[in-house]
């Protein structure tokens, strides 16, 4: 802030303190001038010198009261000076003189204000010519006492017409003075409030506005402003105080960059990342547009730059591609279970007609056949190409979280079931699974037991190894519960613990193994998914996890699950006995052949009549032509040119309690809601047995006609 103006004074003081000085002036001019040419001129008018050696004197008194701001005294000291200079002359020169160095003096004082002190002396002297030769030509021809009667009125009156101009010009002066100080002081005033919203604005800004001055003093800071000790903790007297503060707050590994744009003068016009320390030793990512200031002979002599906080703008960057990430290899993982689906359904419908026929070749063969014993492990290893094809679509069967009570010793041997066709034999299983209740959405569960699995046969895959996988109820006291990640609530809790004898990590490996796309493995072998995901599902199921591991040592996960005291539902047996049909006309669709015609031969073996077509809108019109002569309705879900599900429905409008089975080797492919709205239609999942399907059928008539009794 600049300094503020003094005072304006008042237009009567002014033009007093200048009279003074300017008559002043011309007094000790005066009097030094007549002190040395009296004596010379006329050395028997001493009285003149002590006359002009007075009036310097009290000139020179009078100056030195004005400059120490006694105008008032300083002018009348000067009035009476000269009075008494005017009075002695008269005394000493017979009364001419007086009247004459009176107007001497006041000449002197005009011509010094108009003309300035250096052309004073010569319009001063030029007017005493003029004067001169004025008595010069008159003196002859008036008498002496008219004479000096007459000099004496026009002298009066010369001095009383300087004396007016001379107070309108200071007048005038001190006017333009005042205006001119009034003026400034609006200027000062407007400056100083343009400064104050500046300064204002700078201060409230959200970035750091700086100035580092580069020539006498590098690195000193010139100005900061607040936003500084928002971001970095540091005030801005601590940056004027200390000029090395500034070199201090930048990160160590970016100042070689800072000091090689400062020396080379490159700044770039675009904006840098230089990363600040604050106080509390945060690193604060900052995004600095810096300008160069030079002098007038292009030196560089200051910068001038805007910094802003970048630290939150990055981490959700690096949030968001992260999530990217995740959702690429989500799309990755809902392609591949789309593709598993469509497999799946495929790989039903061969499975259908192998346990199909396989049944149908077991009834036609007489009971004590070898052939029986064969047919029978054909059935075996149909059935488990059916639970193994059940595991894959339920692997990728995608639905909203749904969490039932469970039994988690189930749902882990059911996902043993799946993982042991894929592990290497060189991996030997050993389980103990307990039975215990948790509430859980079962495929989660599946994803956990699949992922902390699957990392541990990666890493035994390179030498045998056991893996031990083992469901327990344990006690969770306050000390472990401190330990899991995250926290658990003390209380019993079922411990899912796969241990492997794989190589194990060392301690910083261990530290990040729940960070999201963290992998030890190469490129393409990983996504660095697994266990965070792990951790995701276990902390929304309210659990924790802790793990030991060292190098060569393996290593062993806890999986702690809150227990749930009541029992899990216990699925109803199914009936192994066929339930035979009473002649019931049974149409049967699909647009598999080998599918359709298993249907067919089964349903007749268990006394009904059926109805073959491949063609779901054949069907269509048959049923619409003669809708009393059929009984019930087998169809696949997935057919050419209508589905299913549509055939159903459009059933519907004319045969609304039609006993109809629906058949799919993808049950994901519909959704439960749609099913809902299908009444009395019974689904049945391929790949199916002869005596599933008769029972499925007997459903379906049991729905439509209650009251009838099954034959």
């Not at 300083?74 to 002359?89: R, V, W």
């Not at 007017?127 to 008159?138: D, E, G, K, N, P």
């Not at 042991?420 to 495929?443: C, H, M, Q, W, Y």
């Not at 276990?538 to 793990?547: A, E, M, P, R």
């Amino acid at each position: 802030m600049s300094d503020p103006l003094p005072p304006t004074p008042s237009v009567d003081v002014e033009i007093a303190r200048r009279i003074t000085v300017i008559t002043s002036r011309a007094v000790l001019l005066f009097g030094v001038s007549g002190a040395i040419v009296f004596p010379l001129v006329a050395p028997d008018r001493v009285g003149r010198v002590y006359v002009c050696v007075l009036l310097a004197a009290f000139a020179a008194l009078c100056l030195t009261l004005v400059q120490r701001g006694f105008v008032k005294l300083s002018s009348k000291i000067l009035a009476l000076s000269i009075l008494t200079g005017i009075l002695l002359g008269g005394i000493f020169n017979g009364g001419i003189e007086a009247p004459v160095i009176a107007s001497c003096i006041t000449l002197v004082s005009f011509c010094t204000l108009v003309f300035g002190l250096r052309n004073a002396l010569a319009y001063t002297a030029a007017c005493s010519i003029v004067f001169t030769l004025l008595i010069a030509f008159v003196e002859p021809v008036v008498p002496p006492g008219k004479l000096r009667a007459m000099v004496s009125i026009i002298l009066a009156l010369v001095n009383a017409l300087i004396l007016w101009e001379t107070t309108r010009i200071l007048r005038g002066s001190a006017a333009e003075a005042r205006a001119e100080a009034e003026r400034r002081a609006q200027t000062e005033v407007a400056l100083r409030e343009s400064e104050e919203r500046f300064r204002r604005l700078a201060d409230n800004a959200p970035d750091v506005i700086f100035r580092y001055r580069l020539d006498t003093q590098p690195g000193h800071c010139d100005y900061i402003n607040s936003a500084v000790e928002r971001m970095l903790g540091y005030q801005a007297q601590e940056y004027y105080a200390d000029p090395g503060l500034t070199n201090k707050v930048i990160h160590p590994d970016d100042r070689p960059l800072f000091q090689a744009l400062i020396e080379k003068d490159q700044l770039p016009g675009d904006v840098i990342l230089i990363r600040w320390i604050a106080r509390d030793g945060r690193i604060v990512f900052t995004e600095q547009r810096i300008v160069p200031i030079h002098d007038a002979n292009g030196h560089l002599v200051a910068i001038e730059g805007i910094a802003r906080d970048v630290t939150a703008a990055r981490a959700e960057s690096e949030r968001l591609r992260v999530i990217e990430k995740q959702l690429y290899q989500a799309q990755k993982i809902d392609g591949i279970g789309t593709l598993a689906s469509g497999i799946a359904h495929d790989f039903n419908n061969i499975l259908t007609g192998i346990l199909g026929y396989n049944e149908l070749a077991s009834v036609s063969l007489p009971p004590a056949t070898p052939a029986h014993g064969y047919l029978e492990e054909v059935r075996k290893a149909g059935l488990r190409a059916r639970d193994l094809v059940a595991q894959i679509l339920k692997f990728s069967r995608r639905h909203e979280t749904r969490r039932t009570s469970i039994d988690l010793a189930t749902a882990v041997a059911d996902t043993l079931r799946f993982l042991r066709s894929t592990t290497p034999a060189t991996i030997n299983f050993v389980t103990s699974l307990k039975p215990g209740v948790i509430e859980a959405d079962e495929t989660q569960i599946h994803q956990i037991v699949l992922n902390l699995c699957t990392n541990a046969v990666q890493a035994m895959s390179d030498r045998p190894g056991t893996l031990s996988i083992s469901v327990d109820t344990v006690t969770v006291n306050q000390e472990l519960a401190n330990n899991t990640k995250p926290r658990v609530v003390p209380g019993v809790h079922l411990c899912l613990t796969v241990k492997d004898t794989g190589r194990g990590m060392d301690e910083a490996t261990a530290n990040r193994v729940f960070e999201a796309f963290f992998t030890t493995k190469n490129v393409g072998e990983s996504t660095g998914l697994g266990l965070a995901v792990v951790l995701g599902i276990v902390t929304s199921h309210h659990g924790g996890i802790t793990f030991e591991t060292s190098p060569e040592a393996g290593t062993t996960f806890h999986v702690f699950l809150p227990v749930q005291t009541a029992k899990a539902p216990i699925p109803p047996a199914p009936s192994t006995l066929p339930r035979r049909g009473g002649g019931e006309k049974v149409l049967i669709i699909d647009d598999e052949q080998s599918v359709g015609t298993f249907i067919a031969l089964r349903l007749e073996q268990l006394g009904h009549r059926v109805i073959t077509f491949n063609d779901p809108r054949l069907a269509l019109a048959e049923i619409k032509a003669n809708p009393e002569k059929i009984d019930a309705l087998i169809t696949d879900l997935t057919m050419p040119g209508i589905t299913g599900f549509d055939l159903l429905v459009e059933l519907k409008t004319f045969a609304p309690n039609l006993p109809s089975v629906l058949v799919t080797g993808n049950l994901n492919a519909i959704s439960t809601a749609k099913l809902a709205e299908l009444h009395s239609v019974v689904v049945l999942e391929k790949p199916f047995t002869g005596d599933e399907l008769a029972q499925a059928v007997r459903k379906a008539l049991d729905m439509a006609h209650p009251t009838q009794s099954p034959a």
